[in-house]
């Protein structure tokens, strides 16, 4: 029914295998976020004699492809293949705590697969990660709580040099995201300057994660902003990242609500 209330047939033909493990699932769905939807005598049944699809019999396939490697098309940049490490957890265990450096088969299989962009300190754990807990002498670092509503925490041996000394070795960048939701711009911009103090060690850098989420969680609690105030912040934290380097490229984020995907909040 399209709001008049009256009943509408709908009616649909399936072309299915004469195969006996065939099986047919039926959702019936509707939009909107308001009034009802009401469906009856849903039903399937055979139209007609089954069909049998054998498959084709197979044959020799040739092709022939010739490239032009004097005529570029589109440039792919080479950041493009990267990946997502976390600081927690020894960096999710690729830091060997008790060698204190980073997983030698781990380091083998990463710079193998090619990542050429390591995205740090991770996600979530960005909004709540303040990076002068992770430097200096290991024994001096605190035992850091990952996020709130969660009592687990770990000591950031994987801080910001350990994260820097990886993405040289399997032969990747380093792009930090800045703690846009517990964090200040000061902080971002002294970070800036520790990182890229004598040489631009770091090109990429991102203000906050997934500070759009707006789920309940206590998470989202504790770092969700609206869009507005994303804004304002974000500015306030790329002026000050820009006058501790201004070489550096700022990213910052956005989100486009798909739906009922609702923890994209805004």
Do not use: C
Request: hydrophobic share 35%; aromatic share 10%.
């Amino acid at each position: 029914s399209h709001g008049g209330g009256e009943w509408v047939r709908q009616s649909q033909t399936y072309t299915v295998s004469a195969d006996p493990s065939t099986r047919l699932f039926l959702t019936v769905w509707v939009d909107g976020k308001s009034g009802s939807a009401w469906f009856d005598d849903v039903s399937v049944a055979a139209g007609g004699a089954p069909v049998a699809r054998e498959a084709p019999p197979a044959k020799a396939l040739t092709a022939s492809i010739e490239v032009d490697a004097a005529a570029p098309g589109r440039r792919i940049p080479r950041t493009l293949f990267g990946t997502n490490m976390e600081w927690r957890w020894n960096a999710t265990y690729m830091w060997n705590e008790k060698a204190m450096k980073p997983d030698a088969e781990g380091t083998r299989l990463t710079r193998d697969l090619g990542v050429t962009l390591i995205r740090y300190p991770g996600g979530i754990y960005s909004d709540f990660y303040h990076w002068r807990d992770g430097i200096g002498p290991f024994d001096k670092r605190p035992q850091v709580v990952h996020e709130p509503g969660r009592e687990d925490k770990s000591r950031p041996n994987f801080g910001t040099d350990e994260a820097l000394a990886f993405a040289e070795q399997v032969g990747a960048e380093l792009m930090i995201t800045v703690n846009a939701g517990t964090g200040t711009a000061k902080e971002a911009a002294d970070w800036v300057r520790y990182v890229n103090g004598k040489t631009l060690r770091v090109r990429y850098w991102e203000v906050g994660n997934e500070l759009y989420i707006k789920d309940g969680s206590p998470v989202s609690r504790a770092s969700t902003i609206d869009p507005e105030t994303y804004a304002r912040r974000f500015r306030e934290f790329a002026a000050a990242m820009r006058a501790a380097d201004p070489r550096i490229l700022i990213g910052a984020i956005g989100g486009e609500n798909q739906g009922r995907y609702a923890v994209v909040g805004y």
